[in-house]
């Protein structure tokens, strides 16, 4: 019913309407919403399913390592997996296989290759060994008992550490479903060859690490050493005549058990002289000490003669007082090749370059640990190994720990484990 009032139409069920129709929309409303998010709820799980199977799929690719080029390997030719944009084959399981055999370098020069345009974004050089070495000042001062005194030494131009490439090539590589055996030897490369030698050409005094590898493998007898390489030394540097050796060998047993020309014998046996001892001279007056420091043994043989225990004693510490007199001579030269005095404790440190040190050149002469080692010894801690070395160390150390020998090289083949979920896609080395 309309009535009109004052110009105004009036209804009288309006208010009615509007509340049934408010109530409906609410209805409307509640059902678009519910809608809505059913759809949305069916679409995150297809979502998530996806996301779940394609993660299993990858889980697949990474323990189910396959021998042969997959699907993952497919490119415009068939062998484009192998030096293809790496970006574009990470799925493939050959292509993973044949980059663990390769070197950072070669990794490096195939991506330079891939990424012309791109490569600081791509291309990384690979391992990076930062090596900071420190210099003893005062060796003299603590040949008297002193506090040694360390300096610092870097680059030359910065004091920035020493920087070299590791480059480390597989070899003999075998791979199994969920781990890989290999041989392997390491290549170094200086990072800066524009100050390689101003930079390893810094001299640095250091402990002898030669003579400490040579006490420490010499079986507690470490009182000898030094006697056999410098006393036989002292016999030809000092030109020991049959006289003065008997003298010697007289002033520390006076007897008159001593046969005939026991001096010349002394001298054949021990001189490194080439018409007497020669290169044996050493290792004979290392079985000499070794027969003296053995309570047990009663006799020596010296250029074919037997000697009782008391005789063999006095020409031990024969060569200990020719020892003694050879590096004596030298309180203020340089012996070598040590590069120090006698006074600056020369034998057990070293005057060296860096790069002979580090192991990055042949490493430095010493004579004391040749005894027993070869003469060039160095820290090692950047030397490039070839493969021939490295299956030698490895053969050596398989029969030694075999022997039950404590041997602080490499018992065997490496092996990469692919064990845990953390480590899928990637290997983790032992």
């Known amino acids: 019913e309309k009535e009109e009032a004052g110009g105004r139409i009036s209804w009288a069920g309006a208010s009615r309407a509007l ?67 790496w970006e574009s084959f990470m799925g493939c399981d050959a292509r993973q296989r044949e980059d663990f055999t390769h ?45 040694p005194r360390m300096v610092e030494l870097g680059r030359k131009r910065d004091g920035g550490p020493f920087v070299f490439y590791e480059d480390c090539k597989t070899f003999d590589t075998e791979f199994g479903p969920r781990e890989v055996q290999f041989n392997e030897h390491c290549y170094y490369t200086y990072k800066y060859p524009e100050t390689e030698k101003e930079d390893l050409h810094q001299d640095i005094i250091t402990v002898n690490v030669g003579l400490m590898e040579a006490i420490g493998n010499s079986d507690r007898q470490i009182d000898y050493i030094v006697p056999v390489v410098w006393g036989t030394l002292a016999l030809d540097v000092l030109d020991a005549t049959t006289t003065t050796a008997e003298d010697f060998i007289r002033g520390q047993l006076l007897s008159f058990s001593w046969p005939n020309n026991f001096g010349a014998h002394f001298l054949g046996e021990f001189s490194p002289k080439p018409n007497k001892a020669g290169f044996s001279a050493r290792d004979n007056a290392g079985r000499l000490f070794k027969m003296v420091l053995d309570p ?13 225990r008391n005789q063999c004693i006095s020409m031990a510490n024969s060569l200990a007082m020719f020892a003694r007199r050879y590096y004596e001579s030298f309180q203020t030269f340089r012996i070598s090749p040590y590069g120090l005095t006698f006074k ?80 899928l896609g990637s290997y983790t080395m032992y």
């Not at 070197?103 to 791109?118: A, G, R, W």
């Open 19 to 85: 509340q049934r129709n408010k109530i409906i929309l609410r209805g409307v409303g509640l059902v678009t919403f519910v809608c809505f998010s059913i759809a949305l709820a069916t679409a995150g799980i297809y979502l998530r399913s996806y996301e779940l199977q394609f993660k299993i799929q990858q889980l697949k690719d990474y323990v189910l390592v396959s021998n042969q080029p997959d699907s993952a390997c497919k490119g415009s030719s068939d062998s484009e997996w192998i030096y293809g944009v």
């Open 103 to 147: 070197s950072d370098k070669e990794l490096f020069d195939q991506c330079v290759s891939t990424h012309e345009f791109e490569r600081e974004d791509h291309c990384q050089r690979g391992k990076e060994i930062r090596i900071l070495v420190f210099n003893l000042t005062n060796p003299g001062d603590v040949v008297d008992g002193l506090t």
């Open 296 to 308: 047990l043994q009663e006799f020596c043989m010296v250029n074919g003669t037997r000697y009782d």
């Open 344 to 423: 600056e404790g020369a034998g057990l440190f070293v005057r060296t370059k860096v790069g002979d040190q580090l192991g990055y050149y042949s490493g430095h002469d010493d004579p004391l640990s040749a005894y027993l080692y070869p003469k060039k010894v160095s820290w090692g801690v950047v030397r490039s190994k070839t493969q021939v070395e490295v299956n030698a160390e490895v053969q050596a150390g398989m029969a030694d720990s075999q022997n039950g020998m404590l041997n602080p090289g490499p018992i065997g083949r490496s092996s990469v484990l692919i064990n845990t979920i953390e480590d």
